[in-house]
């Protein structure tokens, strides 16, 4: 009897054919049915390759499932240092209205990371073209200046409407990873470069106006007053101000 070989899942291994032979007793003769084992294989080894096979990949998948996790932990984390705190307690809701998904949040980034608005964004699309639209500039806009960033991420703006969570996290993920300065504490390094709808006069005005609200509040001896806000710097990192 030939033995007949079957494929399952993902992975190898063998089930036999039942075969029927006839057998004698007493002049009656029966069919009865015999299962063959291919060569060299028997049943608990087959067994136990299928269960080791599982529990691989069972652990694969609960690897990937906590790796998610942590990406997306720290790309909030990188998002609530850039003040992007609206943003995130909109997350979840329906697609005209989470930021995650009209394109708002993007725009918004790449204003921040870039120092340059992203022109025509509509902030309350009323419908999912509007939304595209949103979608599209930004993506179009990554596609031109970040090339490191994976070409189909910025291709499929539809999986990013339906909410698709696992590749939104990822684009955000890759985009902090082509900002690799945002990242750093010295952010405020970048963000002196970025123009202001000031002049270096208004600045400058506005920077002492808020140095003396500050020393008005008694935070600093006179002769301790800061001369510019990078002197608050310090304080600020080390909690001291607040």
């Not at 030939?2 to 057998?23: C, E, M, Q």
């Not at 003769?29 to 136990?48: D, H």
């Not at 920077?207 to 001369?227: M, R, T």
Request: charged share 25%; glycine share 4%; with cysteine.
């Amino acid at each position: 009897s030939k033995t007949n070989l079957r494929r399952s899942g993902s992975f190898s291994h063998f089930v036999s054919a039942d075969a029927t032979s006839p057998i004698s007793a007493g002049g009656h003769t029966e069919n009865v049915k015999t299962t063959m084992q291919p060569s060299g294989i028997r049943p608990q080894e087959t067994l136990s390759t299928v269960v080791s096979y599982l529990q691989r990949e069972n652990e694969v998948r609960d690897q990937e499932a906590e790796g998610r996790r942590e990406m997306e932990f720290k790309v909030k984390m990188w998002l609530h240092t850039l003040n992007m705190n609206e943003h995130l307690l909109r997350e979840g809701q329906d697609m005209l209205r989470d930021p995650f998904r009209n394109g708002v949040l993007l725009a918004d980034l790449i204003s921040i990371l870039e120092g340059k608005k992203i022109m025509r964004i509509v902030y309350t699309p009323k419908s999912i073209v509007s939304a595209r639209e949103n979608l599209e500039k930004v993506l179009t806009f990554l596609r031109q200046r970040k090339p490191q960033i994976p070409a189909e991420l910025l291709e499929q703006s539809d999986a990013i409407l339906r909410g698709e969570k696992s590749y939104i996290w990822m684009l955000l993920w890759c985009i902090m990873e082509a900002y690799p300065f945002s990242q750093n504490e010295d952010l405020s390094i970048h963000l002196a470069k970025v123009k202001l709808p000031y002049s270096p006069q208004e600045i400058r005005r506005l920077e002492l106006s808020l140095i003396s609200w500050v020393y008005s509040l008694g935070v600093w001896n006179f002769n301790d007053i800061p001369n510019t806000i990078v002197d608050l710097e310090e304080d600020l990192k080390k909690g001291h101000l607040l």
